[in-house]
């Protein structure tokens, strides 16, 4: 993992929330970042650097601003419009789902932004980052960018807005997807009276097992339903079952609906 120049001072403005302090405790952790160079900002006292006690933690984002040249938006959508900042044309990563890079540019006073969308597994390392960037952002802010995302999973720049739009729907919600799935077979499983231990990692091996599978394939993973079907076995009578009764269909709707609500038109 490559460290960002020595002098580069990053602000985390939601630096507590589970988002920021991802981000911010993997920069630490993998020596991105000195301590001294880390700054957050939350409105009531967080643990989540106690072990890191060089680590700046103020209650004033303007305060932060002027200290940091790169700032992270850690917040929650609804919290942007009583944010007072002005960044000064200084690089700013907005993390939110559901605000455009030119209505964050406009809150924050710079047109140096980047948005980027996490996901839940940024937590464990795993998640997956596409960003895009407005035209301003130069070359120099995109490896930045790339060295303080991919410390928390894989990144991807994109080519346009509308793209980041669809993927808050897609890879942003995107571990909740499995947790329903999870939480369905677990469901069905009590049901048939498996114990729950038992119940519970029949699950787990099989999901996380299931998608190493596939990664480690690379194939499309269409490949493995239709082999699966025309070996026409036990599978195969739970696969058509699922797809006859519209399963298709229902995750297309459920991606329709949080792509809506990802645009703003929901
Ligand atoms: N969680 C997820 O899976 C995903 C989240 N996102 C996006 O990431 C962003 C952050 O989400 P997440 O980390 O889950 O949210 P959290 O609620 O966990 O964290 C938000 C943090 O912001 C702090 N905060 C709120 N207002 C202010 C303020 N004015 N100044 C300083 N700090 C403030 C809160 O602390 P306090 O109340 O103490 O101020 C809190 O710690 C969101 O915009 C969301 O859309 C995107 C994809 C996935
Ligand atoms: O649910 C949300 O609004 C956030 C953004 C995308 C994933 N989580």
Redesign the pocket.
């Known amino acids: 993992m490559a460290n960002i120049s020595k002098d580069v001072v990053v602000g985390i403005?939601?630096g507590?929330?589970?988002?920021?302090r991802s981000l911010g405790l993997a920069w630490l952790e993998q020596g991105v970042l000195a301590p001294e160079r880390l700054v957050i900002?939350?409105?009531?006292d967080?643990e989540a650097y106690r072990d890191w006690p060089g680590v700046r933690c103020v209650k004033d984002?303007r305060e932060l601003a002027a200290l940091a040249d790169v700032i992270v938006l850690?917040?929650?959508?609804q919290?942007l419009a009583?944010?007072d900042i002005e960044a000064h044309d200084k690089l700013v990563i907005s993390?939110?789902?559901?605000a455009s890079s030119q209505e964050v540019s406009r809150r924050v006073g710079s047109r140096r932004v980047v948005r980027a969308?996490?996901?839940?597994a940024a937590e464990i390392r795993r998640g997956y980052f596409p960003w895009y960037a407005l035209q301003q952002v130069t070359e120099a802010d995109k490896g930045l960018i790339q060295t303080l995302l991919e410390s928390c999973g894989a990144t991807r720049e994109l080519p346009a807005e509308r793209d980041l739009d669809y993927l808050?729907a897609l890879s942003?919600?995107g571990?909740a997807y499995p947790a329903l799935l999870a939480q369905s077979m677990l469901e069905h499983a009590r049901q048939m009276g498996i114990a729950d231990n038992i119940a519970r990692e029949a699950v787990m091996q099989t999901l996380v097992g299931g998608s190493l599978l596939l990664e480690s394939l690379g194939d499309d993973p269409g490949d493995m339903v239709e082999r699966l079907i025309s070996y026409d076995g036990t599978t195969a009578k739970g696969l058509r079952t699922m797809i006859d009764e519209g399963i298709h269909q229902t995750i297309h709707r459920g991606l329709a609906a949080a792509h809506r609500a990802a645009s703003g038109s929901a």
């Open positions: 403005i939601g507590q929330g589970w988002m920021g900002s939350s409105r009531s967080g984002n850690s917040i929650r959508p919290d009583s944010l993390l939110l789902a559901m969308m996490p996901n839940a808050t942003g919600a571990p």
